[in-house]
């Protein structure tokens, strides 16, 4: 009898490891990568939305920070910087064969206002392994954009001076300087058959606030960021392909005060809000992120959407690939 229990034990216990163990084995650990430019395979690839954070402020043990990831001809160009993106980065970099997902082969990245839960990860993703870097990063982001960068070369002055007046070899020395511009609206970077525009959105009083406009020849994208109702977005997102929008669920935010109410109603955008946005820019996918619920339950937020918009809609989780 004793050894039957024993037995159980040891089945129970490798069935409950076994998805940890499946997952252990299928992503490789501490990896080094290094490429001189994208691979040839990698350039006939037609353009991915990778999601690597759905989450708010709010400590999430399921979500990352807000972070979407447009790669097209092996290049990765990354919307946000919410906190656990870049670790999300080298999961999806092994789960969907990515190789510019990871960290130090990411080129570029917008943000679309300065609030921390947007920008937690931006340190992780100028300075993981930066003497790896072929270049530093690139940066594009809202005005206070230099004043952070400025922040975090003074935060990571002791790991720099270290490694660079010590033996350790440094491929790039230069990899941890981080190229930025503060943006207006606009195109902020056409190349090739990619251009990637910034629009401004009304995120209550936080001034300056972007979406962006993503166009290559086989998909258009527009990333609203936070915001509230916009016309402007609206006209932006008008018969893309993808809209990645924020939400907050009309029906949880009726539960909550009325000074959580009229400052979300300032800044955010309603679940049956997003859907009127949709129901006039008929875009051919709306993608949900950034979701504020307020106990709500998750999934209600689509049939609260579909109360006006009787298009294709999703509620995405971190690592969806469209």
């Known amino acids: 009898m004793k050894l039957f229990i024993i037995i159980l034990a040891v089945i129970a216990l490798l069935g409950c490891g076994s998805a940890g163990s499946k997952f252990s084995l299928e992503l490789p650990s501490a990896r080094v990568e290094t490429r001189t430019g994208p691979g ?5 690839e037609k353009t991915r939305v990778v999601i690597l954070g759905t989450g ?37 970099r092994y789960r969907y064969d990515i190789p510019s997902l990871y960290p130090t082969q990411i080129c570029c990245a917008f943000i679309t206002h300065m609030h921390s839960d947007h920008t937690l990860d931006l340190m992780e993703l100028g ?14 982001g809202p005005a206070g954009m230099g004043e952070m960068v400025a922040g975090m070369k003074a935060t990571m002055l002791p790991d720099t001076r270290i490694r660079s007046s010590g033996t350790q070899p440094l491929p790039n020395a230069a990899g941890n300087q981080i190229d930025f511009v503060e943006i207006e609206e606009g195109v902020l970077l056409h190349k090739d058959d990619l251009t990637i525009t910034a629009f401004p959105v009304n995120h209550g009083d936080i001034k ?23 016309e402007r977005l609206i006209e932006e997102a008008r018969g893309v392909d993808i809209l990645v929008h924020e939400v907050i669920s009309v029906t949880g935010l009726e539960k909550t005060t009325a000074f959580w109410q009229s400052y ?5 955008t309603t679940s049956v809000d997003v859907g009127r946005v949709a129901m006039q820019a008929k875009p051919g996918l709306l993608v949900l992120y950034h ?32």
């Open 56 to 92: 708010t402020p709010i400590p999430d043990a399921y979500r990352a920070g807000p972070g979407i990831a447009v790669v097209h001809k092996g290049e990765t160009y990354l919307f946000d910087a919410g906190a656990g993106t870049v670790r999300n980065a080298t999961v999806a």
């Open 291 to 322: 979701g504020l619920y307020y106990g709500t339950p998750e999934e209600d937020v689509i049939s609260e959407v579909r109360r006006v918009f009787d298009g294709p809609v999703v509620l995405a989780n971190d690592l969806d690939v469209f």
């Open 40 to 44: 040839a395979d990698e350039l006939l």
């Open 208 to 230: 300056p606030a972007f979406g962006f406009k993503v166009v290559t020849p086989d998909k258009s994208v527009v990333i609203s960021g936070d915001t509230a109702f916009s």
């Open 264 to 268: 979300h109603n300032k800044a955010h």
């Open 127 to 140: 300075y993981t392994m930066w003497w790896r870097r072929r270049e530093g990063l690139k940066l594009w």
